[in-house]
């Protein structure tokens, strides 16, 4: 008689076992030093807690909520518009666990202890590794404070529930909910990055209110209560608060025409809309629309930074637990010479990218306290924009690479992290707009200059290479005739002098050393997993592991 076990083919074996819930806090030691180093080690408590949830829950959570994208309901069952986003009840609760924990607001209710910017970028880095779409709308509540102090009556209205832990996703007017968040809108079809372009019109209603016809492109968060717009008056182009209801409770005349089918983010939804008369509010002075919108911008830049460095991290949580996990020829795959030197090469990029990261937190935190911190924040957040998200999509190929075949599929979340990579060298000005903007920093505020070199130089005399490449630099900038088409490499190398001027400085040797060589003394091909021979690879893997 023929029973199921005539059937069996094989026996499962060597295969990694799944990950399992880990604390994203307690693992990580360069997330650890680096938050202690800024400033942000008073927090420690908070952060080991949301550490516990984005490995467990959240992490679990984030697979549903990207296997169930959102969906656009134009019309109720009765014809009505109505305009409405309908998400999964998992992005629901990733939503409410990053509100509960801070991830849109620790800095702003912890404002007055320096190190609060640090803090807070450590819970995005967190919670971003498990559910990068959410960070849409969070990061976009966070950075819209700044600029709707430039309305006070309008701040003192708002910031108080966008800065509640509640999460409430009910369409209500603001007036009657717990907790709101902000999106934003600023390009247009004719213009993308060159606002400037744009034709949406504002006009002055008597009540001093205004009201918007024209589009947005890119409006991302159509879930949110209200969103930052751009839009012209006669003296120029102005920034607007326009929320998603009127002050009477009635919907306001937003039309979304359709929701964005885009390569990742997909647990989140962006749209293109119509303004059909929209009731707004005025932020800022007319015709400083760009101004006023840009604080909000420099926040949303570092969480570009912070967004990519947490992929680099999840995408090496996933590499390192294969290999310490999968034999071949006989040995596991992390102590196999060759994939240490992929993975140690990995780790290694990783930690310059969370070091850079949370330095940036440091001068946006101190930046109203110190001149010379707000130089710097302004100059180095598009740096470390530009080189942290350029790395971030061949980081996570390779980490792709280390899985073989298992990590191009879904279930060992690296295609998803794939797919997200790319998003924030796109997102708040691609590369060239970041490399553009440093030449105007260097070349309309003389302040920065200084205060970034007073940070390569503070590192001086503590390695060769990096001294010999920061003369290169102080050159390179002098040379102005050329400086704009040589911008790309310029501030390239500005980035790698960054982090090895802050790794020297952090004082773990290993990391330090091999990044300098690698990074700064042409020791290094153009691929990971190229280190010299001679450098601590298995110590750069140890550090990096989950279960170190």
Not at 434 to 459: I, W
Request: net charge neutral.
């Amino acid at each position: 008689m023929t029973t199921a076990a005539d059937f069996l083919t094989h026996e499962v074996t060597n295969q990694a076992p799944p990950i399992g819930h880990y604390n994203a806090w307690r693992t990580d030691h360069a997330l650890r030093d680096a938050v202690a180093r800024e400033g942000g080690g008073w927090a420690e408590r908070d952060l080991a807690a949301y550490g516990a949830i984005a490995g467990g829950e959240l992490m679990d959570l984030g697979y549903v909520a990207n296997e169930n994208p959102p969906k656009l309901r134009s019309y109720d069952r009765y014809g009505h518009r109505i305009d409405e986003v309908e998400f999964h009840p998992a992005y629901h609760r990733v939503m409410e666990l990053g509100m509960r924990h801070g991830v849109h607001a620790f800095a702003w209710r912890h404002a007055d202890r320096p190190g609060a910017h640090v803090a807070r970028a450590a819970i995005s880095y967190m919670h971003s590794q498990a559910e990068a779409g959410t960070g849409c709308p969070l990061t976009m509540t966070h950075s819209a404070i700044p600029a709707l102090r430039h309305a006070p009556e309008i701040a003192r209205d708002w910031i108080p529930r966008i800065t509640s832990l509640d999460y409430d996703p009910r369409v209500l007017p603001a007036s009657q909910k717990v907790g709101c968040t902000i999106g934003m809108g600023m390009t247009e079809k004719q213009g993308g990055s060159d606002v400037r372009a744009n034709t949406s019109r504002a006009t002055r209603q008597p009540d001093g209110s205004y009201e918007i016809v024209g589009h947005k492109w890119f409006f991302s968060a159509p879930m949110c209560d209200a969103w930052l717009v751009l839009a012209y008056v006669d003296s120029g182009l102005t920034c607007f608060l326009m929320p998603k209801l009127r002050p009477d409770g009635s919907r306001n005349a937003i039309r979304i025409q359709r929701l964005k089918d885009k390569l990742g983010d997909r647990s989140n939804a962006s749209s293109e809309v119509e303004f059909l008369g929209a009731w707004a509010q005025r932020v800022g002075d007319e015709g400083r629309g760009v101004a006023t919108i840009l604080e909000m911008v420099a926040l949303t830049r570092l969480d570009c930074m912070i967004g990519s460095s947490a992929l680099m991290r999840q995408a090496c949580v996933q590499a390192l637990h294969h290999a310490q996990h999968r034999k071949v020829f006989g040995k596991t795959l992390v102590d196999q010479v060759l994939m240490q030197n992929v993975l140690a090469d990995l780790a290694l990029e990783s930690e310059a990218a969370i070091a850079l990261t949370m330095r940036v937190a440091r001068a946006v935190d101190a930046g109203s306290r110190d001149p010379n911190e707000a130089a710097f924040a302004r100059i180095a957040t598009a740096i470390g924009k530009y080189w942290i998200c350029k790395r971030t999509p061949a980081l996570v190929n390779e980490a792709q690479e280390c899985l073989g075949g298992m990590g191009y599929v879904e279930e060992s979340n690296l295609p998803r992290l794939y797919r997200q990579a790319p998003l924030n060298s796109i997102w708040e000005g691609s590369g060239n707009i970041q490399c553009l903007d440093v030449l105007r920093a260097l070349g309309k505020e003389p302040e920065t200059r200084e205060a970034l070199f007073a940070e390569l130089l503070a590192a001086r005399g503590l390695d060769s290479s990096l001294d010999q490449e920061l003369h290169w630099l102080n050159e390179a900038f002098d040379e102005r005739t050329t400086l704009e088409v040589r911008s790309r490499m310029v501030v390239e190398r500005t980035a790698l002098a960054l982090q090895a001027s802050l790794l020297l400085r952090a004082g773990n040797e290993d990391v330090a050393r091999s990044f300098c060589r690698s990074r700064l003394g042409g020791e290094h091909g153009l691929a990971f997993g190229t280190l010299s021979a001679d450098l601590p690879l298995r110590a750069l893997v140890d550090r990096a592991a989950i279960a170190a």
